[in-house]
C-alpha cells in the first residue's frame, strides 16, 4: 500500500486503512503535501482484523495488525508475519522470523505475496515517498473528489515500475485506486477499491479491493485471475 492529521474516514490500501481531514481547495495543492496525507492516515488506527488474499478459488487467509505507524501481516501454512513500518521519509518492510526481524530488500521487491498479484514492493508502499511527483488532474471515484498524482522512483533501477499513478480523496486522503507502470511503461498492476464497510461516525473501512497484474493475451491486455484483498468488519 502513518496517520493524517485527523480521522473521519479510514481506508485499507496501501497503507491499508487511511484516516481523512481537509485535503485543500480546488486548487491543486503541492503533490508531496498529498502524498504525506496517504501516509500519515495510519498512526490514528488501532485494529485487529481477519482477511484473506483471494485469487480464483484459492483463499488464503490473514490476521491484519493495525497499530501506530505499523502494519503487520500474518499468514499461516507456512507461517509468514511481514511488518510494514511507515516513517517521515521513507517505509521499512520487514520479515519476522526465528531469528528476528529482518529487513525485505530490494532484490524481493518483486517477488510474489503467497503466489498472488501483490508483489513485497506494493505492500512496502515506497511510492509514497518518491520525491518526484505531479499533479495530473482530478477525477471522482466511489463518490469521492480524488487528485491525481503521478510519482516516479529517484533511479530507474530503483524500482521495477517507472512510474505510479494515484487517485487520492481530496476530503479524505484517501487512496482510491493505483496504477502502476513498468520499464516499458506498459500498465503492470492496477489495485481498486471495489468496496468499503460503513463503521459510523463518517468512519469509512475498506471491504474489497481488486489487484490485477494484465498480461498481453492474443492482442488484448486483461487479468483472467486478479487477486482480491478482502477484509472482514471489526
Known amino acids: 500500500m502513518a496517520a493524517l492529521f485527523h480521522v473521519k474516514v479510514r481506508l485499507l490500501a496501501a497503507?491499508?486503512?487511511?484516516?481523512?481531514?481537509?485535503?485543500?481547495?480546488?486548487?491543486?495543492?503541492?503533490?508531496?503535501?498529498?502524498?504525506?496525507?496517504?501516509?500519515?492516515?495510519?498512526?490514528?488506527?488501532?485494529?485487529?482484523?481477519?482477511?484473506?488474499?483471494?485469487?480464483?478459488a484459492r483463499a488464503i487467509p490473514f490476521k491484519l495488525g493495525l497499530a501506530g505507524n505499523t502494519v503487520r501481516w500474518d499468514f499461516s501454512n507456512p507461517p509468514q508475519t511481514l511488518l510494514l513500518r511507515l516513517g517521515d521519509r521513507d517505509a521499512r518492510l520487514e520479515e519476522i522470523g526465528k531469528g528476528g526481524s529482518q529487513k525485505v530488500t530490494a532484490a524481493r521487491f518483486d517477488d510474489k505475496v503467497r503466489d498472488s498479484d501483490v508483489s513485497y514492493e506494493d505492500l512496502s508502499m515506497r511510492f509514497l515517498y518518491w520525491p518526484n511527483a505531479k499533479v495530473e488532474g482530478e477525477q471522482t471515484m466511489l463518490l469521492q473528489k480524488c487528485w491525481i498524482v503521478r510519482v516516479e522512483p529517484p533511479a530507474k533501477d530503483a524500482s521495477q515500475y517507472s512510474s505510479v499513478k494515484l487517485w487520492i480523496g481530496k476530503n479524505s486522503g484517501a487512496l482510491l485506486q493505483a496504477e502502476a507502470h513498468g520499464a516499458d511503461g506498459r500498465l503492470a498492476r492496477r489495485f481498486k477499491v471495489i468496496s468499503g464497510h460503513?463503521?459510523?461516525?463518517?468512519?469509512?473501512?475498506?471491504?474489497?479491493?481488486?489487484?490485477?497484474a494484465p498480461t498481453t493475451i492474443?492482442?488484448?491486455?486483461q487479468d483472467r485471475t486478479p487477486t482480491y484483498i478482502e477484509v472482514d468488519a471489526p
Open 15 to 56: 497503507a491499508l486503512l487511511c484516516a481523512g481531514g481537509s485535503a485543500g481547495a480546488d486548487d491543486a495543492p503541492d503533490p508531496a503535501a498529498i502524498l504525506k496525507t496517504v501516509r500519515v492516515a495510519q498512526s490514528a488506527q488501532e485494529q485487529s482484523l481477519d482477511g484473506r488474499l483471494r485469487t480464483g
Open 198 to 212: 460503513s463503521l459510523g461516525g463518517g468512519v469509512w473501512m475498506l471491504k474489497q479491493m481488486r489487484i490485477e
Open 218 to 221: 492474443g492482442g488484448r491486455t
